[in-house]
């Protein structure tokens, strides 16, 4: 597994986009709507920064109204989302996502809860 992307919540996906794009010299990588969110990659290195807007209610307009804007979650690339969930259970680890589901981009996807991984919510992403 790498590194994969910082996905942060955010209530306007496109002037923070262009913040980063100003501010770091960052590039829009991809952008879509996709189940309820406005979503935009921005390259960032080897991995990348995935703003997340809710267009409708969901998780994520629930965490900006809970949390504010911030980082929501931190994703690792597997080419093997099967094995690591098997592995995720064997080591006590909870699911919030028991079978891979669809994700932005086009891939495949599943949660980690954050209770059993230091408070940080882990998406795991096949590549």
């Known amino acids: 597994m790498h590194f994969d992307h910082a996905g942060i919540a955010t209530d306007d996906a496109r002037s923070l986009a262009t913040l980063y794009a100003d501010l770091f010299g960052l590039e829009v990588a991809h952008e879509e709507e996709f189940d309820g969110l406005r979503v935009v990659f921005l390259e960032c290195g080897s991995g990348y920064f995935e703003l997340l807007e809710p267009l409708e209610e969901g998780t994520i307009a629930r965490y900006l109204e809970n949390q504010g804007s911030g980082i929501h979650h931190l994703a690792l690339a597997t080419d093997d989302l099967e094995g690591a969930l098997d592995r995720a259970r064997e080591h006590g ?16 996807v599943a949660f980690v809860h954050p209770s059993d991984t230091g408070g940080i919510l882990i998406e795991l992403v096949e590549h």
């Open 93 to 108: 680890v909870t699911l919030i996502d028991e079978e891979p589901r669809p994700g932005a981009w086009g891939h495949s």
